[in-house]
């Protein structure tokens, strides 16, 4: 619980102060992709003190072209953008846009910012397929005459999934906490990412150690359930594990809009988990033939044998 609190102290400051860095968002010679249908160069350089030159030859990028950032000028009489930017797809195609049409139309060329991209306009539809599947699994196994094993309802003996949802929770709060009080942060690390959470800023910093920890419990978790349960039966587990998982980030992403609301329910969320886990879920006997974790005392599901 300390670890917890721990992540959850800088979101209590930095909706107060926060100082940004001198960091640019790119720089000449950085490689991009467009991901819009077209963006429309044009070929001659911007001059000062003259309008823009609406019949020189226009240039015609499309959909995932590669550019590179040729060069950069500042016009500080131009009304619409003052930071126009030369961008090259090759040695023969190359030309100037404002940075604002520049910066809407391009992702960096980086797989960590390519991914960030995709997340952010296609999560809602992913978790809409994923979240419809995990139900029917959910209801199947809820009226399955078989008792299988339910996250929550009829858990395995292993504490690994409480702690995956509750780091899940805290890593949506931190999440939508930077996006909310410091977009600027996000920004930067969309076109500066690392996989490494030293060197950043103390809320991105914890955002990616939570994310770290996230990944090492969902493959502990998915050992552990694939150790305890038959292949069909930890299928079904880990279908209604992960549905409670994406319910879990869009209530948390939701509620962090309200700090208060958030870390209320943020306690009680990680409360009820863990006196649920301590109550029903955590083995306190092992059995004294194959070692297997047992709930309580009697013929171990196992190997059969007695437990007194």
């Known amino acids: 619980m300390k670890a917890i609190c721990l992540l959850f102290f800088p979101l209590l400051l930095v909706s107060c102060y926060y100082q940004e860095g001198d960091t640019t968002l790119y720089a000449v010679g950085d490689n991009f992709e467009l991901s819009v249908d077209s963006l429309m160069l044009q070929s001659s350089q911007p001059l000062h003190n003259q309008p823009v030159d609406t019949l020189c030859e226009q240039l015609n990028v499309h959909y995932g072209d590669p550019l590179v950032v040729a060069e950069t000028l500042v016009i500080p009489e131009d009304s619409v953008d003052s930071v126009w930017v030369k961008l090259a797809r090759d040695q023969f195609t190359m030309g100037w846009t404002h940075q604002h049409n520049f910066l809407a139309s391009v992702v960096p060329d980086d797989p960590i910012s390519q991914f960030i991209h995709l997340f952010s306009i296609r999560h809602l ?56 009080y410091v ?6 690390y969309y076109y500066h990412p690392t996989l490494n959470p030293f060197g950043l800023p103390l809320i991105l910093s914890l955002f990616l150690c939570s994310v770290w920890v996230l990944l090492v ?34 209530l948390f992403t939701l509620a962090a809009l309200s700090p208060g609301v958030s870390y209320v329910c943020f306690s009680i969320f990680v409360l009820i988990l863990l006196l649920r886990y301590s109550r029903y879920s955590r083995p306190r006997y092992l059995c004294g033939s194959c070692g297997k974790r047992l709930k309580q005392l009697g013929k171990c599901p196992y190997c059969g044998a007695e437990n007194e």
């Open 217 to 250: 419990l969902a493959i502990a978790t998915i050992d552990e359930v694939c150790r305890q349960l038959s292949a069909a039966e930890a299928l079904l587990y880990l279908l209604s594990l992960l549905g409670c998982c994406i319910l879990c980030y869009l």
């Open 125 to 180: 539809g992913l978790f809409g397929i994923l979240f419809a599947i995990s139900l029917l699994a959910l209801l199947y196994q809820i009226f399955s005459p078989k008792k299988p094993h339910v996250f929550f309802l009829r858990d395995i003996l292993s504490p690994y999934p409480t702690y995956l949802l509750v780091i899940l929770a805290a890593s949506a709060l931190l999440y939508a906490g930077i996006q909310h």
């Open 183 to 188: 977009p600027e942060t996000w920004v930067l």
